[in-house]
DNA sequence: TGCAATGCTTGACCGGGATCAAGGGGCAAT
DNA sequence: ATTGCCCCTTGATCCCGGTCAAGCATTGCA
């Protein structure tokens, strides 16, 4: 039997070894045709628009995605309905890797633009992994920098003050765009001042009034979502001024 | 040839189906043989002395470990000296996963009390797990139910307030401890004040006076590293007062 | 094109928790 | 049993960042 034409077509979207994010997302150094084994990872791709999740906290979980464009917050919800933002993820990143543990999903995953991912279900995940070495090194890394990253916003929150934690943010998310090709020094946030604030532990106008002294100072320019980061090295400083914070 | 008698005696005393907290660190439901297909997960085991660290943030990474008996914390420095305490590890719990993303520790793990652990060389551990499917599996569960757990202390962090933090960490500690078949009401803190306040956000004096409150309140019973819960509901219901903080 | 909704900024004030300081208790080593 | 060190407790004071409030800017929809 032939392959539908549909089929092929299909296939060819979601190529792995003809995406110009796999570098982000799957291991490198593989040759054409271990990268063509990877091709089955990604069974569909899903799109969703801003202001809609791409799954829920306690929804069951069956796969893994990675973002092909767009941006996402990860959200968590206390027992009294307090909402948490534990994360921002970019093209080339993972998410979901907080539902192999219990079978279902801890936390919401919500799109903050126009996004698009790339859905591998998880027991593909796991086979394959099984069965291509590099691969499953590759996920293993994956999941052990996610929990470094969050390690890393522990020590943002437990430690460090305010005007730090923006800073951070702020030097943090001029590397990752820098990676993807965008510019490092001027860009369009796509979260609100109140996700900010939850992601860092305070409240959106202590986010606000920072954002202003950080522009009285000479070190960013901000208008609304627009950020133009002046002096890099100014924001570096600030985020390591040995001093003790909360 | 036949295996010498002390090799034999190293292989029993390090036999993972023989162990009793198997349950605790290894995938359950096995049958006999399956479980003997594990005891080449671990190499070897390690005494470390209260003080000593089973390995420090930027030392080469080659090996998980899971506590066989004793207490452990685990911090990160940054770049400016300040140290924070990411979490505390008892009996059953698997150690060093922060390695496995950038081939060294990120974290430094302290023995609190006098311990030992299990060494898993880390591609003993990758080997099995792709012969193994069970041990695949649980090997993925452990490292998400770590991220969700990091997560966890995210929301603790980035929005409760300090009594409602201490409060989490006894319940959470209450609930591990009984776990493990200890009392869940009464207890010996291995950790100083000063580390409970690192992880949780807060000043070692912060911690000494919310646990004099507590006390006051009827709560707890305190008397320095020792504490007795006494209602459980009621720390509980600190816990989860709908207010923001911080 | 105008209006409503949402998000951002800024000011005034307040309070939780940090800081500074002093003293007390327990444990380990001898 | 004594000594010294580390840890814990408690008090007094201060300040960072939260809270409350008002008004402005931007965006999306009718």
Chains 1, 2 share one sequence.
Not at 48 to 70: K, Q
Not at 128 to 134: Q, V
Not at 201 to 219: A, P, Y
Request: proline share 2%; with cysteine.
């Amino acid at each position: 039997m032939t392959e539908p034409a549909l089929a092929t077509a299909t296939r060819l979207r979601t190529a792995c070894s003809q995406c110009t994010l796999r570098e982000l997302c799957l291991p490198v150094g593989l040759s054409a045709e271990e990268l063509r084994s990877l091709d089955d990872l990604v069974s569909t791709r899903r799109k969703i628009r801003r202001g809609d999740s791409l799954f829920y906290g306690g929804e069951p979980f069956t796969a893994l995605y990675a973002v092909r464009y767009g941006f996402f917050k990860s959200t968590l919800t206390s027992g009294d309905g307090r909402e948490q933002v534990t994360g921002f993820y970019m093209a080339g990143e993972l998410l979901g890797m907080d539902g192999i543990g219990g079978d279902r999903h801890t936390c919401t995953l919500t799109a903050l633009e126009d996004s698009e991912v790339c859905v591998m279900p998880f027991a593909r995940v796991e086979d394959l992994s099984r069965t291509f070495e590099p691969l499953q090194r590759h996920f293993h890394k994956v999941l052990s920098r996610e929990i470094v990253r969050d390690q890393g916003v522990m020590m943002l929150l437990g430690s460090m003050r305010a005007e730090e934690r923006l800073a951070a943010f702020l030097v943090n998310l001029s590397q990752r765009l820098t990676t993807r090709g965008f510019s490092a020094s001027e860009f369009v946030l796509r979260m609100t001042r109140d996700e900010i604030g939850s992601y860092l532990g305070m409240k959106l106008e202590t986010v606000s009034r920072l954002f202003s002294r950080f522009q009285e100072d000479g070190l960013i320019e901000v208008h609304q979502k627009h950020v133009r980061i002046i002096e890099i090295g100014g924001l570096k400083r600030v985020m390591a001024q040995a001093q003790s914070g909360s």
